[in-house]
């Protein structure tokens, strides 16, 4: 299948800071791309998608101007979460799309908020 | 009407045994239902998935059965291995696989050596 990689794969920030996290789409054009959030031992909780070149759209619940995610080519997403504190620590997942074609999945990101 | 309910959610089989994961939904607009495994700190990996105009699909061990009609579909994983031990996810979504994917609780398997 088609290759996402994320970066970092896991990151510890202090608590106020931001912290960026890039989703690329190794060998293909993602049209579209997915943010996850996932708490341990739970499921994946869709947080915005994103299209190349156009504004993403947040689930309800998920402040957009607290996660800030831009799209600006078609092999590459951002998600930054500014401002992070303690709650933010999670697990942060992308997937990448061609247009209809099956998503496909980064490896994740731990992020930990000190 | 956009849940996808997923049972059980943790199971232990013994090796060579069949392991079934079993997942309901209620929204008749789905029609893609991908099976996904994930490994601890692993973002999660497309096993097999079936659109409904088929009633079963095989990939090696594993095997999707899709009811139409209850709404229902189901993961068959034959002969699990030790290495099959991890998190299965079931999800639906609708536009041929083009719209977001809603995704179940989850099933933590063990299989025991």
């Known amino acids: 299948g088609a290759v996402v990689s994320q970066h970092p794969s896991w990151v510890i920030c202090k608590s106020g800071t931001s912290v960026k996290i890039e989703c690329r789409s190794l060998?293909?054009?993602?049209?579209?791309m997915f943010w996850y959030r996932q708490f341990p031992k739970q499921s994946l909780m869709l947080m915005a998608t994103s299209n190349e070149g156009s504004k993403a759209t947040y689930e309800q619940g998920v402040e957009k101007d607290k996660f800030l995610i831009n799209h600006a080519s078609l092999t590459l997403s951002t998600l930054t979460v500014t401002s992070a504190h303690p709650e933010d620590s999670s697990f942060y997942i992308c997937?990448?799309?061609?247009?209809?074609?099956?998503?496909?999945f980064g490896q994740g990101t731990r992020l930990t908020v000190v | 009407q956009q849940q996808v309910k997923q049972s059980p959610q943790s199971l232990i089989v013994q090796k060579g045994g069949i392991s079934i994961i079993n997942c309901a939904y209620e929204?008749?607009?789905?029609?893609?239902f991908p099976w996904y495994q994930q490994f601890p700190g692993k973002g999660p990996a497309l096993l097999i998935a079936i659109r409904p105009d088929v009633s079963e699909k095989k990939e090696g061990r594993f095997t999707i059965s899709f009811n139409k009609s209850a709404k229902q579909f189901s993961l068959h994983i034959m002969d699990s291995q030790p290495g099959d031990s991890a998190t299965y996810f079931c999800?639906?979504?609708?536009?041929?696989?083009?719209?977001?994917?809603?995704f179940g609780k989850g099933t933590k398997l063990t299989v025991n050596p």
């Open positions: 929204n008749t607009a789905f029609d893609y």
């Open positions: 060998d293909f054009q993602a049209t579209t």
């Open positions: 997937s990448a799309r061609f247009k209809s074609t099956e998503a496909f």
């Open positions: 999800a639906a979504t609708s536009g041929g696989g083009s719209e977001k994917l809603v």
